[in-house]
């Protein structure tokens, strides 16, 4: 079945250590996001690609870092400047969008971070 | 810059009514698409309607349905005959040419 696998679900952290969330898909899509979620904050752009080897800053990009040598993977990296981290981080994917707007997010499960 | 405003945090619906959430935007783009997501407890992110800019007639998908207005800069979504699945929270979404932006979220509470 094509999706997207993020990993892990849960992530315990030490404040001052970098850690990196895995997020992976088979939907042969171009685009892929990182979304934030924080309660009452909806769903803040962190970073996204729209194709290999490019990627943009999203709103909230500042203490993150991101990869794209894969199509298929964007893993995201929260530094040690992240000064709160502790939230709930979604991947997606979509097929567009070089030219115009195109296509729904498809959405993993999410992974939990927590910094204690 | 784009933005998107959905001005209820919480509603709550007797089970089999009908509720109405509310979603504005801001753009200056002509082209563009709308989106409802909703999150269950299990926190996986489902799309439940989707409605092109450039398309005047309302999307539908079974019980769920929006009123678009573009002119006005209005997408709501309109829930019939309310079900307890439906409990959840809801996600107004624009995309435009790069990125796709969320408003803040509706929790919606079924009453049995």
């Known amino acids: 079945d094509g999706g997207i696998t993020q990993s892990p679900k849960y992530l315990f952290r030490k404040e001052g250590q970098n850690v990196t969330l895995s997020c992976e898909q088979n939907?042969?899509?171009?685009?892929m996001y990182w979304y934030r979620q924080d309660p009452g904050q909806g769903l803040r752009l962190i970073y996204y690609?729209?194709?290999?080897?490019?990627?943009q800053k999203g709103d909230i990009a500042e203490g993150y870092s991101v990869s794209r040598e894969k199509k298929e993977s964007f893993p995201l990296t929260v530094t040690s400047a992240q000064k709160n981290p502790t939230a709930f981080y979604l991947c997606?994917?979509?097929?567009?969008?070089?030219?115009?707007?195109?296509?729904?997010?498809?959405f993993g499960e999410g992974s939990r971070l927590t910094v204690l | 810059a784009q933005t998107v405003t959905q001005s209820q945090p919480e509603m709550s619906v007797q089970e089999a009514e009908t509720v109405t959430l509310s979603c504005t935007y801001d753009?200056?783009?002509?082209?563009?698409?709308l989106f409802w997501y909703k999150q269950p407890p299990s926190r996986q992110m489902i799309l439940v309607i989707r409605?092109?800019?450039?398309?005047?007639q309302n999307a539908t998908e079974n019980r769920f349905s929006v009123n678009f207005q573009k002119a006005a800069k209005s997408f709501s979504l309109k829930i019939s005959d309310s079900q307890l699945g439906d409990a959840a929270m809801y996600f107004c979404?624009?995309?435009?040419?790069?990125?796709?932006?969320f408003g803040k979220g509706t929790r919606l509470h079924i009453l049995p």
């Open positions: 997606a994917s979509s097929i567009g969008p070089l030219a115009g707007p195109a296509g729904e997010l498809f």
């Open positions: 939907l042969n899509h171009d685009a």
């Open positions: 690609s729209q194709i290999v080897n490019d990627f």
């Open positions: 753009t200056s783009e002509s082209d563009y698409y």
């Open positions: 409605q092109e800019a450039y398309k005047q």
């Open positions: 979404a624009y995309r435009g040419d790069d990125k796709i932006i």
